[in-house]
């Protein structure tokens, strides 16, 4: 069984500053791991996914996440907030080798607010 | 590319009529498409995974006569929410798959009085 725990439901930055969002994963076999975006009342967005190979991924406006397989995260950042980032955030995992492929576990979502 | 469109994007409907919901991969051919409901403040929530030329699997506790799936062709799934009550109003979001990676419709809105 897989699992995701995003640690924090709700971050607020100032505009400029550091984003970091969280997510620790559980899987049985080796995951691959999304971020998505959602605004409201919208569907969700890609940001940035990780399958094989390079370990830090970098996504669309500029967020960047890192597979860290012994700390079982997958880290969201952005080096410098920016007011139109406000919006939800999802981490997920895709049990890849298992026979639910292509079935997405989703963490609890964090809100992302940006201050002026 | 990897565009999924949703139709309607918002229905309100009266109690014990069938409201259809239309999910469209607009650039690829998607054999596998799921549905999800995602209520307030709240993740999303798996309800099926739709086969083209197959029946769906839906997850457990989702009702498969309430909530009918179609996948009849490679780009079109539809989703049947059948004599609907006020508990089914929600926001609906469909995708389609390419790979390992989902992408969304925008979703729909669903009101049901």
């Known amino acids: 069984a897989q699992s995701v725990t995003q640690l924090g439901s709700h971050v607020s930055v100032s505009e400029g500053a550091l984003v970091l969002l969280r997510c620790n994963y559980s899987?049985?076999?080796?995951?691959?791991l999304f971020w998505y975006v959602q605004y409201p009342n919208q569907g969700l967005q890609l940001l940035l996914k990780?399958?094989?190979?390079?370990?830090l991924v970098k996504g669309i406006n500029g967020f960047e996440a890192e597979f860290k397989k012994s700390e079982t995260s997958f880290h969201l950042t952005k080096p410098s907030a920016h007011m139109s980032d406000a919006a939800e955030y999802f981490c997920a995992v895709n049990d890849a080798g298992g026979t639910s492929y292509g079935k997405l576990t989703f963490g609890q979502g964090t809100i992302l607010t940006v201050h002026p | 590319g990897a565009v999924v469109s949703q139709h309607p994007s918002r229905v309100i409907c009266k109690s014990g009529t069938s409201v259809k919901i239309e999910c469209r991969s607009l650039?690829?051919?998607?054999?596998?498409m799921f549905w999800y409901r995602q209520f307030p403040k709240k993740s999303l929530m798996l309800m099926a995974t739709s086969n083209e030329g197959s029946k769906a699997t839906y997850e457990q506790g989702v009702e498969k006569d309430k909530f009918l799936i179609n996948h009849a062709s490679l780009t079109l799934s539809t989703l049947t929410v059948t004599s609907a009550h006020p508990e089914d109003s929600s926001f609906y979001i469909c995708?389609?798959?390419?790979?390992?990676?989902?992408?969304f419709g925008p979703g729909t809105r669903l009101l049901v009085l």
């Open positions: 650039d690829f051919q998607a054999t596998t």
């Open positions: 990780y399958t094989t190979g390079a370990t």
């Open positions: 995708s389609g798959r390419i790979g390992e990676t989902q992408y």
């Open positions: 899987s049985s076999v080796p995951p691959y």
